[in-house]
């Protein structure tokens, strides 16, 4: 199931990140600490917003002098929930030109999630300690592993376990991710893991 062009990630707020980090910087790989501004568009052909839940967005990120454009569609079953998403990313070299061409097509900007982030792999995990403003802080698994016949709700599935052998509390996860939250958050539903 799982190509270069699918992305299976949670994302969830627990209780008490203290336990994570504890084992991440004893066990992990740190990857990074990062400002990171995410602008997401609608095209003037689609409106991406008017379908709920909300599938498809265009990002436009400002990472600490990078730039990558990306495009994901959501895959959600039949009770609104998604183990996974189409993603095609690519980087751009000026934040400024390509804001030019987006502007150019007639997208819109719909929403501007702005955040720090620290990352670090272990084993088949990307994993992400996030303080989004306005939003609070969050927790971001990506699978990262070789397999390219997982199954994302597995996956999903050994994320969550992981998250509990931390012993990091309640486990609140959302499927809806950053922009649906700032934008429509009396429509966001969650599930206690």
Not at 126 to 131: A, R
Not at 140 to 161: A, L, S, T
Not at 171 to 180: E, V
Request: glycine share 4%.
């Amino acid at each position: 199931m799982a190509n270069n062009n699918v992305e299976i990630e949670i994302q969830v707020n627990i209780e008490n990140s203290e336990p994570l980090i504890k084992f991440l910087k004893e066990n992990g790989d740190f990857q990074s600490e990062r400002h990171q501004r995410d602008e997401y568009f609608s095209p003037p052909h689609k409106d991406f917003l008017s379908e709920r839940p909300v599938r498809e967005l265009l990002r436009l990120r400002d990472s600490d002098g990078k730039y990558p454009v990306n495009y994901k569609n959501w895959h959600f079953n039949v009770n609104g929930k998604s183990n996974y998403c189409d993603e095609f990313e690519t980087k751009v070299e000026s934040i400024e030109s390509i804001k030019n061409i987006i502007s150019a097509l007639d997208f819109k900007s719909v929403a501007v999630v702005d955040k720090m982030r620290e990352v670090w792999n272990y084993m088949d995990f990307e994993i992400s300690i996030d303080s989004v403003k306005n939003l609070g802080d969050f927790v971001e698994i990506e699978y990262i592993g070789k397999d390219k016949d997982v199954d994302p709700e597995e996956v999903n599935k050994e994320m969550i376990d992981f998250l509990k052998k931390m012993k990091c509390g309640k486990i609140t996860r959302n499927y809806l991710g950053y922009p649906f939250l700032i934008l429509s958050p009396d429509e966001a539903k969650y599930n206690i893991e």
